[in-house]
């Protein structure tokens, strides 16, 4: 029997055997790679959630501390603050006109508030940390629009601090509320009244008084709008003068409108409404978002006492005012009062650099300055105001000086003088404009370094008028007969009796064309524009302060205290640098009033009180400027502003 071979069947299953195992290796290779990527798979899913883990856990840790904070928050919240032991507010009043000057010396001095006083003191409160705000009672100050300025730019310092200012008002007009737009709240009591009946000129004319009289004014000018001499020669404005006054009305109405939108809270539409409306009660104005409050000084304190969560509020009335020691008795008391009244002027004599401020207030005249009929507003005098230049100049520690002016002008010659003094002045002088710095009040100016003004400040004016009252007529009614013996064809140029003959009128007209051709060249140099630009700008037309910013005709726009700033800088001085002021012209103490310079030999003018005090407003600021314009108008050429201009 043939045996069988096993071999290839053994090689088949081997075969077999192989494949099997190559399968089974292969499928397991393939299952540990599915293993492996599973696995893969699963790690990160594995880190993902225990992220997510931590991140939940920390969710929850915020949650927790936030519902802690809340309810520590409410827990201090349910818990009363601590009131303040005592809570001390300034308070001031801004009632008089705040006359500018160097201030008052003595007794007196100390019993006048200046705008300078008054500046000083809200400077000092917002300095003061024991002061935590500011209460102004306003009440119908007499100032000008410049002035106003000055003291709401002092108010934005004082806020600027931190601290709140508050108005009180109780019948509030233009200038009152302005002021109290600057604060942070302006309160009036239920029968408080608003009046803000946008902006009036008004001029007052005489030619049909002195026609009734039968004096005649005869005056010549130059320059179409030069209207100084309009209310003695006509009946109304003249159409250039009145288009210029138009036009300087409409400036200060928007600026109205512009402080009022800005302030309150408030559309430019619904102030002009506001305005429109004019006079209202407290209520409606507080219905417009005119005011902030309704409420008596009683039921303000008590609000001001939550708000600054006291039981204890106190005003610190008068606040920055120098105690005055009023008791004269016993031996010494005699001592007392006489060093009390010599204590002279504010000026400061301390050691170290200084500024210089010369206030140039009033209407301008050649010899000394002096108050007017009633003690009130001053008439600068050129000679004073020189000797306070040379005084200014010749001082060591002056580093320079600034020319404070609020002035309608006046002299030609005067306003000439002192122009030439200030530039034969080394040093840096920097011209600071008030409520008007006008016709002489602007010719002084030229001759400074850099011109500030306020943005309404009345300024410009650059013109001439010359001119004389003739009172043949009122002669003639009163029986008066004049007999005249003269020599010379102009003889008769400064009678009081008769007007100007052609010769006469000839040589005036040729003195003011001379006047008037130096005063358009000197302010064209110094404005750096040539003479025919600045004539346009010329013949008498007034501006505000905006206006000449925007004509040339000033540099900046700016408070005194920007002044102050500016001639520290033009000086050298650094802007943080702390200097003293030196105010000129010095005032004399009461000893030298009454007693003179004890020089050996004066003449002392006696004027004798005629118990004027007690008229109305008005009469005497018509009998006041009578009084400056018969000074005045004794010099043959004057540079004087058009009319009396007061803007209501």
């Not at 209460?135 to 601090?161: D, Q, W, Y």
């Not at 309704?294 to 120098?322: C, F, I, M, P, R």
Request: charged share 30%; hydrophobic share 40%; with cysteine.
């Amino acid at each position: 029997m043939k045996s069988l071979d096993l071999k290839p069947w053994t090689n088949l299953l081997a075969l077999a055997l192989v494949a099997v195992l190559a399968t089974s290796t292969a499928t397991f290779a393939d299952d540990t790679k599915g293993a492996d990527k599973d696995a893969k798979a699963k790690e990160p899913a594995s880190a993902s959630d225990d992220k997510e883990k931590e991140s939940e856990k920390q969710e929850k840790e915020k949650a927790k501390d936030a519902k802690l904070a809340k309810e520590k928050v409410e827990a201090k919240a349910d818990k009363p603050a601590k009131k303040a032991a005592k809570v001390r507010l300034a308070q001031l009043n801004i009632t008089s006109s705040l006359p500018e000057g160097p201030g008052g010396a003595g007794l007196f001095g100390e019993l006048q508030v200046d705008l300078r006083s008054l500046l000083d003191r809200i400077e000092r409160a917002s300095k003061d940390d024991t002061i935590q705000g500011l209460v102004l009672k306003i009440e119908n100050p007499s100032i000008g629009r410049g002035t106003m300025n000055e003291v709401r730019e002092a108010i934005k310092r004082f806020r600027a601090g931190g601290k709140k200012v508050y108005a009180e008002l109780d019948m509030a007009m233009p200038t009152d509320y302005l002021i109290a737009t600057a604060c942070d709240e302006i309160v009036m009591p239920e029968s408080g009244t608003l009046v803000l009946p946008g902006v009036s000129m008004e001029g007052m004319f005489y030619k049909g008084l002195l026609d009734k009289l039968g004096v005649e004014a005869d005056f010549v000018h130059m320059g179409e709008a030069k209207g100084a001499a309009e209310p003695y020669t006509r009946e109304s404005f003249s159409k250039a003068v009145k288009a210029n006054l138009s036009a300087m009305t409409d400036d200060m109405y928007e600026q109205m409108v512009e402080t009022v939108a800005f302030e309150r809270p408030i559309t430019r539409k619904e102030a002009i409404a506001a305005i429109d409306e004019g006079l209202m009660t407290a209520t409606k104005a507080k219905e417009l978002g005119l005011i902030d409050r309704v409420a008596y000084s009683t039921e303000l304190k008590q609000t001001l006492g939550k708000a600054y969560n006291t039981d204890k509020l106190v005003y610190v009335q008068n606040y920055g005012k120098k105690a005055i020691d009023t008791d004269f008795s016993g031996p010494t008391g005699l001592l007392k009062f006489i060093k009390l009244m010599s204590t002279g002027s504010k000026t400061s004599t301390a050691s170290g650099k200084k500024i210089a401020v010369v206030y140039a207030v009033g209407a301008i005249t050649t010899g000394k300055s002096e108050p007017d009929l009633f003690g009130e507003t001053s008439v600068m005098g050129s000679t004073t105001i020189i000797e306070a230049l040379r005084d200014a100049a010749a001082d060591d520690d002056v580093a320079a000086i600034v020319l404070r002016i609020n002035s309608p002008g006046g002299s030609a010659i005067a306003s000439d003088l002192m122009w030439n003094e200030i530039e034969a002045i080394d040093k840096p002088i920097v011209a600071s404009m008030g409520d008007v710095a006008a016709s002489g009040g602007y010719y002084i100016a030229m001759g400074t370094d850099k011109i500030f003004a306020e943005p309404t400040t009345i300024t410009g004016s650059i013109g001439v008028v010359g001119g004389k009252m003739a009172l043949r007529g009122l002669y003639d009614k009163l029986g008066i007969s004049i007999d005249t013996i003269s020599r010379g064809a102009n003889a008769g140029v400064f009678s009081s009796t008769n007007k100007f003959t052609a010769g006469e009128r000839k040589v005036i007209q040729g003195t003011m064309e001379e006047t008037y051709e130096q005063f358009t060249s000197k302010a064209a140099e110094g404005r750096d524009m040539p003479v025919e630009q600045l004539k346009k700008l010329a013949g008498g037309k007034v501006y505000s302060g905006r206006q000449a910013k925007a004509n040339g005709l000033i540099d900046e726009l700016g408070t005194l205290d920007d002044a102050i700033a500016e001639a520290k800088k033009l000086a050298g001085i650094d802007a943080d640098a702390d200097v003293k002021l030196k105010t000129l012209p010095k005032t004399p103490d009461l000893m030298e009033s009454l007693f003179g310079d004890n020089s050996s030999e004066q003449e002392v003018e006696v004027k004798v009180d005629l118990g004027l005090g007690n008229l109305h407003p008005e009469l005497k600021k018509l009998m006041s400027r009578a009084q400056i314009l018969q000074r005045v108008f004794q010099e043959p050429v004057v540079l004087m502003m058009p009319f009396h201009l007061e803007v209501k």
